[in-house]
T-cell receptor, first 112, second 112 residues
Framework: DTAVSQTPKYLVTQMGNDKSIKCEQNLGHDTMYWYKQDSKKFLKIMFSYNNKELIINETVPNRFSPKSPDKAHLNLHINSLELGDSAVYFC???????????FGPGTRLLVL | QQQVKQSPQSLIVQKGGISIINCAYENTAFDYFPWYQQFPGKGPALLIA???DVSEKKEGRFTISFNKSAKQFSLHIMDSQPGDSATYFC???????????WGAGTKLIIKP
């Protein structure tokens, strides 16, 4: 079983569309994160959720909204997609009190 | 003060050689320093980590050297192999919140 999974793996869409990326974990961890990795490989944290509460929200446009239906899932919804949103988005998880994060395989988003 | 500066941006090493990647930080409250390895098309994965109470940690061919007074830490890969070709990220965090502050990454290429 994959510990942290993301769907879809690839996402190609037009500017202005709304899309969602899903993340599921079976590690029983209570903190989940969304990262954006740009073409230069820089990792930028976007959000994290701990027990269904948002605990980090960096300077991310409000077009991005995380939604956690339960402890095992943290989805990312993006409204009005822009060209600059093209990147790889990673979901990650960690156990409370641990600095180790476990990453999913990534979702490659291309906005045309 | 929250930054972690990583160098070099890219590195080419001959097979069997030693690869060295350096990171520097400013915030003395950081107390956990992990290194992550990312292969193309995959998410980052924890490689090795150190806390500031030790100056060195070794796991197989991978060693972290930590200099608390200089606020620097480095990753050494001994007997580098083509399979080590990847992007390496250093990071730092505090026990109080475990949010990882990431370096910019180093693309390592090991030439056969």
């Amino acid at each position: 079983d994959t510990a942290v999974s993301q769907t879809p793996k690839y996402l190609v869409t037009q500017m202005g569309n709304d899309k969602s990326i899903k993340c599921e974990q079976n590690l029983g961890h209570d903190t989940m994160y969304w990262y954006k990795q740009d073409s230069k490989k820089f990792l930028k944290i976007m959000f994290s959720y701990n027990n269904k509460e948002l605990i980090i929200n960096e300077t991310v446009p409000n077009r991005f909204s995380p939604k956690s239906p339960d402890k095992a899932h943290l989805n990312l919804h993006i409204n009005s997609l822009e060209l600059g949103d093209s990147a790889v988005y990673f979901c990650a998880t960690s156990r409370r009190g641990s600095g180790t994060q476990y990453f999913g395989p990534g979702t490659r988003l291309l906005v045309l | 003060q929250q930054q972690v500066k990583q160098s070099p941006q890219s590195l080419i090493v001959q097979k069997g050689g030693i690869s060295i990647i350096n990171c520097a930080y400013e915030n003395t409250a950081f107390d956990y320093f992990p290194w992550y390895q990312q292969f193309p098309g995959k998410g980052p994965a924890l490689l090795i980590a150190i806390r500031p109470d030790v100056s060195e940690k070794k796991e197989g061919r991978f060693t972290i050297s930590f200099n608390k007074s200089a606020k620097q830490f480095s990753l050494h890969i001994m007997d580098s192999q083509p399979g080590d070709s990847a992007t390496y990220f250093c990071a730092a965090s505090m026990d109080s919140n475990y949010q990882l502050i990431w370096g910019a990454g180093t693309k390592l290429i090991i030439k056969p």
